[in-house]
């Protein structure tokens, strides 16, 4: 969708949406649009008994006295209350209902008086959530939604144009990234195998990002037997690949994430139910949060310096595949002996995660996976789980899970925990029994992070198949972008 900024002003045909606070008195272009058309809007809204609560919606097909195909009046509640997650959530149900009206294009008058928030960025808030509600997915269907037309062009009517223009770059930027990790998300396992998943990442390069690409016999060299033995039944090879952005000064230590990319899970040899098991595509979640994060970093050209590592396997039942109770050795030196096969994103993790502290030394490690059911059980499809042995990160993802909307919710770590993956003739077993399964799969983890600052988020329940929003309506949700490109632009940007 394009979007564009421009000075307010009665737009001369097509569809038009002008807010309504809650005290229902009309400013800027709706007060003149309500004059010119002899009252209209005022009538409509007695005559239904319009409240202006948020985002309740008026819609007005050919009002009267002006040359327009309709007007929707959006109901805002009290402006001044309106936050900027708020904001954005306006600007994706604006889209959404222009959308449901097949509107190939509308404007949206945001001069809204009494907001709280700076007025360039609220209509670039709007632009916003209007580009990430306006995503699809339907490369495969032979025959397009609305002949392929919809919404395609947006424009937002302000006084602060050219401000509001300067501040969505960087929002529509993030949403590259976002569109890009809901794409990966979205694709079928026959389509995006590991070497076609390590070949999309490589082709954004051109974003600027530095992207290396690790083939099984390199992986074998450093000694990488966790995520190999993940890989060995599949005839798609795994891959590592490595994405760098260097935005920061030159010595400063990059800030790192880590993503689970298991392009299709059969659970290997303990082989899961049929039932569902087509969502099993999604399992790359992680990976692909890692990926539509660094590409929104490189396109607003973030003053930091950061690293993505994505594992890339596929995990099947083959006569070469692992067997539970095979021992690997990863890349640590650690034993593992591998007791459930469809635990196996841990162990992809596992070396993914040494060789980042190893190779960058960086200042945190964040990992992403779409790791255990148990975190569903747990917390639903409403939040992320956080593991941590970081309180300052786990604070700092918090506070902006909340203004985001991509929530997150700390889970605990302990040595009780901890030893119920000790094993007997290994230096540990990849899973630690039925009771507190997220937390086990998080211990195991920590064997691999050392020192260093880390999370790990636990996104089963929101990378795929998550709860829609007026933002997001699509299977693979590209959770997890947003987020960690606000730790970084508040946190970590020089």
């Not at 070497?195 to 051109?206: D, L």
């Not at 049929?274 to 992680?286: P, Q, V």
């Not at 995990?315 to 002996?337: E, F, L, W």
């Amino acid at each position: 969708m394009n979007v564009t900024f421009a000075a307010p002003g009665q737009p001369k045909s097509g569809v038009l949406v002008v807010f309504c606070p809650e005290d229902k008195k009309l400013s800027g272009i709706a007060a003149e649009a309500d004059k010119r058309s002899g009252g209209h809007i005022s009538r409509a809204m007695k005559a239904i008994g319009f409240e202006a609560k948020r985002e309740q919606i008026l819609d007005l097909v050919a009002p009267e006295k002006l040359p327009l195909q309709r007007i929707i009046l959006l109901g805002v509640g009290d402006p001044a209350k309106l936050v900027a997650r708020e904001a954005e959530l306006l600007g994706g149900a604006i889209a959404g209902y222009l959308q449901a009206a097949k509107a190939e294009s509308g404007a949206v008058a945001a001069d809204l008086t009494g907001l709280a928030l700076d007025a360039a960025e609220f209509a670039a808030l709007l632009a916003s959530g209007a580009t990430l509600r306006t995503y699809s997915f339907d490369r495969y269907k032979s025959k397009k939604a609305n002949n392929g037309k919809g919404l395609t062009a947006l424009t937002i009517l302000t006084g602060e144009a050219a401000k509001a223009k300067k501040a969505f770059a960087d929002y529509a930027a993030v949403a590259e990234g976002v569109h890009f990790a809901r794409d990966l998300v979205n694709e079928p396992a026959n389509k995006l195998n590991p070497v076609e998943f390590a070949a999309r990442v490589k082709a954004k390069s051109k974003a600027g990002l530095a992207v290396e690409i690790l083939t099984p016999a390199q992986m074998k060299k450093l000694g990488m037997g966790a995520l190999l033995g993940v890989a060995q039944g599949s005839v798609n090879e795994p891959r590592l690949v490595i994405m760098r952005w260097q935005g920061g000064r030159k010595n400063d230590k990059p800030v790192s994430f880590i993503g689970k990319g298991v392009t299709f899970d059969t659970g290997g040899i303990s082989i899961k139910p049929a039932a569902g098991m087509e969502d099993m595509k999604g399992d790359m979640g992680g990976a692909a949060c890692v990926a539509g994060l660094m590409l929104a970093l490189a396109r607003r050209k973030a003053k930091v310096n950061a690293v993505g590592v994505i594992g890339l396997v596929e995990n099947m039942p083959d006569g070469n595949a692992q067997r539970p109770g095979d021992i690997v050795t990863s890349m640590s030196g650690k034993t593992i002996a591998v007791l459930n096969t469809d635990a196996e994103g841990r162990l992809v993790l596992a070396d993914a995660l040494w060789y980042t502290q190893d190779r960058f030394k960086p200042q945190f490690m964040i990992n992403l996976a779409t790791l255990t059911g148990a975190i569903m059980v747990a917390l639903g499809k409403e939040h992320a789980g956080l593991f941590s042995n970081s309180d300052e990160l786990s604070a700092r993802l918090y506070d902006l899970g909340l203004a985001t909307g991509e929530k997150v919710w700390r889970m605990p770590l302990a040595p009780e925990y901890d030893k119920m993956i000790d094993f007997e003739v290994a230096d540990m077993k990849n899973i630690g029994g039925r009771n507190a399964g997220a937390i086990t799969a998080a211990q195991f983890l920590q064997r691999f992070v050392n020192n260093v600052p880390w999370v790990h988020l636990d996104v089963a329940g929101t990378a795929m198949d998550s709860n829609k929003s007026p933002i997001n309506q699509s299977w693979g949700s590209g959770w997890g972008v947003r987020l960690l490109n606000r730790l970084v632009a508040d946190h970590y940007e020089s």
